[in-house]
């Protein structure tokens, strides 16, 4: 994957459960559990900026960039 959540190390790094940051950000803790895995194919802006906010972070600390180029799904 080109892309790599790292939601689970920051979440761990401010002492916060996901089941906390749900609340706070107003999602579903399946939704969370789908972008934490790696799993999501995409995260709304306003999402992600409620994220950094509770996290007091920057999205650069959520997503990582391996330097690869992901291929596309051939349909």
């Given at each position: ?15 916060m ?35 950094c ?8 600390d ?10 596309e799904?051939?349909?």
């Amino acid at each position: 994957m080109a892309i790599k959540v790292c939601l689970e190390e920051v979440l761990k790094a401010r002492g916060m459960t996901s089941k906390e940051l749900c609340a706070k950000v107003g999602i579903t803790e399946a939704n969370l559990s789908i972008l934490r895995s790696g799993k999501a194919k995409g995260v709304r802006f306003h999402t992600l900026n409620r994220i950094c906010y509770f996290l007091d972070c920057d999205v650069g600390d959520i997503l990582k960039c391996d330097g690869e180029l992901e291929a596309e799904d051939e349909t």
